[in-house]
């Protein structure tokens, strides 16, 4: 359970601080002679700041769960 709010908080924080996730993607624009010509364009993903601070406050409720100790 502590893993798993550990991990939130670095995907919260993350989320947080970036406001989404960027990546490249080839697309072929023109064939000449067989040969296609490609181009780079970056795409975003944004992501909400209540993505982030739902992450966290997920995480921070894992890692008090996973904390207790049942007898």
Do not use: Q
Request: charged share 15%; hydrophobic share 55%; aromatic share 6%.
């Amino acid at each position: 359970m502590k893993l798993v709010g550990v991990v939130l908080i670095v995907f919260g924080v993350i989320a947080l601080a970036m406001g989404g996730i960027s990546y490249t993607k080839r697309e072929k624009v023109l064939f000449i002679f067989n040969d296609p010509a490609t181009t780079e364009k970056e795409k975003t993903i944004p992501l909400s700041p209540i993505v982030g601070l739902a992450a966290v406050a997920g995480a921070i409720a894992c890692v008090i769960a996973g904390g207790r100790v049942r007898v």
